[in-house]
């Protein structure tokens, strides 16, 4: 912006340094701008075509499958946030919100979940397509193998504790 300022001050006569107001001429002078760029899909490589994802039963819930990582991360990540905002709120222990009626809330959202999850993947949309720059389905993956180890430690802390982590 700055070098297209400069040459516009210097048609005017006005240098950098210094601005002084044009002297106005009777000649018409005009001011002529080439993009050099072309479009955005010219100046990508060649994509290639979306790879097929299967929506066979057994391809979506093989061991190296969408659905069992996927499934399992998410009720992760909200199991552990659960169980830290609970006890954070009430006090008490993970296993003593499971013992006084933790459990059919737990079904509850890891049925709903579970249903949420996998209707996608048997449209054939895969979790790498709906995935953006910070929102990215390897940000999920991550995120759900921590929540993994978080509440797993979160569960062997407390039964070695006696109570609960947070008081």
Known sequence: MAAVNASLMAMNGATLLQRKPAERSTTNRQLRVKCMAGPKESRQSPSTPPEKVSTKFKDVFAFSGPAPE?????????????????????????????????????????????????????????????????????????NG?????????????????????IS
Do not use: C, H
Not at 87 to 109: H, K, Y
Not at 148 to 158: D, F, P, R, S
């Open 70 to 142: 996927t499934i399992n991360g998410r009720l992760a990540m909200l199991g552990f946030v659960s169980a830290v905002g609970v006890e954070i709120a009430s006090g008490r222990d993970l296993f003593s919100q499971l013992a006084t009626g933790g459990v059919p809330l737990f079904l509850g959202s890891a049925i709903l979940l579970s249903v949420a999850s996998v209707i996608p993947m048997f449209k054939g949309v895969s979790k790498e397509s709906k995935s953006q720059e910070i929102m990215s389905s390897g940000a999920e993956m991550l």
């Open 145 to 165: 193998r921590f929540a993994m180890l978080g509440l797993v430690a979160l569960a062997l802390t407390e039964y070695l504790k006696g109570g609960p982590l």
